[in-house]
């Protein structure tokens, strides 16, 4: 390879990087695009009580159970959902961004239910091989239970929304 061969080989490289590429104000630094980083879907408005759905159900402490992005993503193609696979938190919103109708609520709280269910059974034989952690495990169950009522209390609170209703009419 002679000198003019790199050169080219640089302007060819300089060229992708641009066209590739963006520029981070932040720090000054050329980063590739990155498809999962956020988009203007991940901003959009959410239902109310999305927020606080999501700081309890994905925090262990207080739900029971720890719902993984692949357990998200199971909940969503059971209920003929797609979302992508991004931050947990971004992909309940994404779950619950165009909720109108009761009747989808309780089918995505029914499969969050069934995976709340299935930790709850290792739960229970965990405390009855290991039973002087039985206490851990009962407070852990506890929460779980708790969590699942909460789903019933946003079922009965939600107000379903029309696509012919008018926002502004009162």
Do not use: W
């Not at 034989?125 to 969590?147: G, M, N, Q, W």
Request: hydrophobic content about 35%.
């Amino acid at each position: 390879m002679n000198h003019e061969d790199l050169k080219d080989l640089r302007a060819e490289f300089d060229k992708f990087v641009q066209e590739k590429c963006e520029l981070n104000p932040e720090d000054g630094l050329q980063t590739q695009t990155n498809p999962d980083r956020g988009d203007a879907v991940d901003e959009e408005p959410v239902p109310q009580f999305v927020d606080a759905l999501t700081q309890k159900l994905l925090a262990p402490a207080i739900s029971g159970v720890y719902l993984s992005r692949i357990d998200i993503k199971r909940v969503a193609e059971a209920i003929d959902e797609s979302i992508p696979i991004k931050e947990r938190v971004k992909m309940v919103r994404a779950l619950f961004r165009h909720t109108t109708k009761k009747e989808y609520l309780q089918s995505a709280f029914d499969e969050i239910d069934k995976h709340i269910n299935g930790r709850i059974l290792i739960y229970t034989e965990l405390s009855e091989a290991f039973p002087s952690s039985k206490p851990i495990f009962d407070e852990h169950i506890t929460k779980a239970k708790k969590t699942m009522k909460m789903f019933d209390t946003i079922i009965s609170d939600f107000e379903e929304i029309e696509p012919t209703s008018d926002p502004l009419a009162i």
